[in-house]
């Protein structure tokens, strides 16, 4: 809503000016197409494989993500889309940098460590450019485009002071706004994701994009973790479906006649 604000009000000075002029006007619905941004011509079926995820232990974000994305992708895309399990990328990065690393000084070098923030994902990053992985999971499923990433969803705490304007009226009943400054106590959550786009034939990443989407509350609020996940998931969804297929932007043009 908040996007077509503009458009309304350029409308209304239009139709205005129309109608200081004595002339009349009308609207004209547009549509405007935007191009895929991963040219996926040669795919006939998409794998999302899983996410390596982070944050808050309320939501498992490989879990829902993987789920989230293939059911929006039976809607809106032409590719097949690979039913399997949603492999666990934690597991096979921390054993993948086992066999690689030579050293002995870990004690327990398959333990998981927490990702409790971005900084924590540092240490599976090497799991994207593992060709290798990559191809053999392509020659399973038949060599799709494979979807795959990053999630962290974690609460925030945003509380403190803030600067709002307020009314005021003096003894004459004069009414004037005044900057107030309260302090506010707000939580919420933000999600972060960042989806990877693998050539199952090859095993080489083709393209990859980072969002990032908050929502925060009143003290006097409360909203489940898995409800703030789904409400950010919505607001990035189109973004991600543009990098797949062809979306379309509607909109109204005003013709003075």
Request: aromatic fraction near 8%; proline fraction near 5%.
């Amino acid at each position: 809503m908040t996007a077509q604000i503009p458009r309304i009000l350029s409308s209304l000075a239009v139709a205005a000016m129309a109608a200081a002029c004595g002339g009349s006007f009308s609207e004209i619905p547009i549509e405007t197409p935007l191009r895929p941004k991963l040219d996926v011509s040669g795919f006939e079926s998409i794998l999302v494989a899983g996410f390596i995820a982070g944050g808050t232990d309320d939501v498992d974000g490989n879990l829902e993500t993987t789920r989230l994305l293939r059911s929006q992708l039976r809607n809106q895309s032409d590719m097949r889309i690979v039913d399997s399990d949603v492999l666990p990328l934690i597991e096979v990065a921390i054993e993948s940098r086992t066999i690689s690393d030579t050293s002995t000084e870990r004690e327990d070098p398959l333990a998981p460590e927490p990702i409790l923030a971005d900084e924590d994902l540092a240490q599976y990053e090497h799991l994207f450019a593992n060709v290798d992985y990559w191809k053999q999971i392509g020659e399973e499923y038949q060599q799709p485009l494979i979807v795959t990433g990053t999630v962290m969803f974690a609460s925030q705490d945003r509380s403190g002071t803030v600067q709002r304007d307020q009314e005021v009226y003096d003894s004459f009943g004069r009414r004037s706004v005044v900057p107030v400054r309260t302090y506010l106590e707000r939580t919420g959550f933000v999600l972060r994701p960042r989806f990877i786009f693998i050539d199952g034939r090859t095993g080489a990443v083709l393209y990859s994009e980072n969002f990032r989407e908050e929502v925060l509350y009143n003290a006097n609020q409360t909203s489940p973790a898995l409800s703030s996940y789904f409400e950010l998931m919505d607001r990035l969804l189109p973004s991600f479906l543009s990098t797949l297929s062809t979306q379309t932007i509607r909109g109204t043009r005003v013709l003075l006649q």
